[in-house]
């Protein structure tokens, strides 16, 4: 039986990390509004704290260590932003960090993340199973492994990014959370049924990973190969347990857009609100505009969860 998370968690994290975490603005465009006919309103976690909202969740877990577990260090996988986020609160907090990184990772979040001071070690992800390279390390050791999504402690601090939002803004009609594993659009759910109960909540996935989608409309979670999209955040095979016990709950569906769709937005974000955001962080605004009948007279949140692009590879896909 897995330990249900639940909004006091959210609570907790929230001031855990408080005196370290940014308090990311909440942005709007007139234009948009005026383009769409709805007032919406962007969560932009791309200015958090090393690029995205990962720092919540990095940060609450690592805080939530016994002394016996900060001296011996932590150990995760991710492809990329999780483990910025995860190298940059080991520092803070001083607990050595080990990182397991995809070899294609892009380079800005490699970099960065030895920038922080994490060790990384390389694998294939299209061969290898990073979970048990995790597993391995963790108990060879004595790490504690903090994986990117399945956990209570960073679900709980990922929903601390939409408990901000809805302080902020109070009600909304809709509310648009980019999905890979889940602990984003999990730890959002806590919130949104604590904050603004009526609100409408919709993950967002790459079609080319729609795992999250058939994993809702089956009732339990589906496994895919890894899916070859530009959401590099997003490329998870599947919804981690812990997540997806909160989103089938919680969430009212599991939305697809094209990555066509996510330059269409990256272009939007760059022109008319002059903010650079990576491929994942468009997916909910991406959902948005596709939905745009349908939202007429709303009041739509979009969380824009992080802009950690190497800037010759944007530059390279808005002249796709
Ligand atoms: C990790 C990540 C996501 C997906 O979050 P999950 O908790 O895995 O669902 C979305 N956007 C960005 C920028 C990310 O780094």
């Known amino acids: 039986m897995l330990r249900s998370t639940t909004y006091q968690d959210v609570r907790g994290a929230a001031a855990r990390i408080a005196p370290y975490a940014h308090r990311t603005p909440v942005l709007r465009s007139r234009r948009i509004n005026e383009e769409l006919g709805a007032d919406v309103v962007f969560k932009c976690e791309n200015f958090q704290r090393m690029g995205a909202f990962k720092f919540r969740g990095a940060f609450n877990a690592l805080s939530r260590f016994t002394p016996d577990q900060r001296r011996a260090g932590v150990v995760t996988y991710s492809s990329g932003n999780h483990a910025q986020a995860i190298a940059l609160s080991a520092r803070l907090l001083d607990i050595p960090a080990t990182i397991i990184m995809p070899h294609d990772a892009p380079a800005s979040k490699v970099q960065a993340t030895k920038g922080y001071g994490g060790q990384v070690v390389v694998y294939d992800r299209y061969t290898e199973d990073r979970e048990e390279i995790g597993r391995a390390l963790a108990a060879e050791r004595g790490l504690t492994l903090i994986p990117p999504y399945d956990h209570p402690d ?22 648009f959370v980019p999905l890979g594993g889940g602990g984003l659009l999990a730890g959002t759910a806590l919130s949104t049924r604590a904050l603004s109960p009526g609100c409408a909540l919709y993950g967002v996935e790459p079609e080319a990973g729609d795992d999250g989608r058939r994993s809702l409309i089956q009732g339990s979670i589906v496994h895919i190969d890894t899916p070859r999209t530009i959401a590099d955040g997003a490329q998870t095979q599947h919804l981690g347990a812990h997540p997806f016990e909160i989103i089938r709950r919680e969430v009212n569906d599991v939305l697809t857009v094209t990555d066509a769709e996510l330059v269409g937005s990256m272009r939007v974000f760059g022109t008319v609100m002059k903010i650079i955001v990576e491929p994942t962080g468009c997916l909910g605004f991406a959902a948005v505009r596709r939905s745009a009948e349908g939202l007429r007279g709303r009041r739509v949140g979009v969380i824009v969860s992080g802009g950690n692009v190497d800037l010759d590879r944007y530059a390279a896909l808005l002249t796709s």
């Open 154 to 175: 960073v679900i709980a601090g990922q929903g601390t990014a939409a408990a901000e939002l809805f302080e902020e803004v109070g009600d909304l009609d809709a509310l």
